[in-house]
């Protein structure tokens, strides 16, 4: 069963620009979560898709923003990067939408921004 | 706002020798998760606990679920090299919707073990 896939795995962007992520969560999973984690803030929650539908969303700007698609894969979308938004941006996918739900993780896409 | 303490933030011995890792809150959880990342990769899950008191083992790992769901510990006895890793703790709040949402994590334990 493969797991949680994001892409790209890399990317570097230039200050201004937006940038578009991906991820295909576990086969059957419907619940997809997003977060970010730095050095200095650890992960944090950015927001949660279950069904097509935005469930919650943590302490971001509306420059950060998110979608997903009745396949159950999901894209989140950063507009006008600034240099702190360079971290490693982590998807986690869900069985259901349960608050014990295990959250499995893809390997992130590590953006830098510049 | 919910917050996990996890301490110790840095933690470095020898092969063989044992530690506990621990995660305090003032908040209660439906169940906490704890997690194993490694440089450049996402966190993996370890194991899940949701009943107070509740105490799982995985190998040489203990985890185990504080009486009143505010707090976690994991133990690893004759630690290895291959333990090295960020150990991250998170817990389900018990009062947001549910799926992953809400899932609050620490900053993390960074544990080397040196051969």
């Known amino acids: 069963k493969a797991g949680v896939t994001q892409t790209p795995r890399y990317l570097i962007k230039t200050r201004g620009q937006q940038v578009t992520l991906s991820c295909s969560p576990i086969s059957g999973h419907r619940s997809v979560s997003w977060y970010q984690q730095t050095p200095g803030q650890g992960l944090q929650f950015l927001f949660e898709y279950f069904s097509e539908t935005q469930r919650n969303k943590g302490n971001f700007p509306g420059r950060f923003s998110g979608r997903q698609f009745s396949n159950s894969r999901s894209e989140m979308n950063v507009s006008t990067l600034e240099l702190g938004d360079s971290a490693l941006y982590l998807c986690?996918?869900?069985?259901?939408?349960?608050?014990?739900?295990?959250?499995?993780f893809g390997q992130g896409t590590r953006l830098t921004v510049v | 706002t919910q917050l996990l303490e996890q301490s110790p933030q840095f933690l470095s011995i020898q092969e063989g020798e044992n530690l506990t890792v621990y995660c305090n809150s003032s908040?209660?959880?439906?169940?906490l998760q704890w997690y194993r990342q490694e440089p450049g990769e996402g966190p993996v899950l370890l194991v899940t606990?949701?009943?107070?008191?509740e105490v799982k083992k995985l190998k040489r790992l203990t985890f185990q679920f504080g009486d009143a769901r505010k707090d976690s510990s994991l133990h690893i006895t004759a630690a290895q090299p291959g333990d090295t890793g960020l150990y991250l703790c998170a817990g389900a709040s018990m009062y947001s919707g549910g799926g992953a949402d809400g899932l609050t994590f620490g900053k993390g334990t960074h544990l080397i073990i040196q051969p």
């Open positions: 986690a996918s869900s069985l259901a939408y349960n608050k014990n739900t295990e959250a499995f």
């Open positions: 606990v949701v009943t107070g008191g």
């Open positions: 908040s209660v959880f439906s169940s």
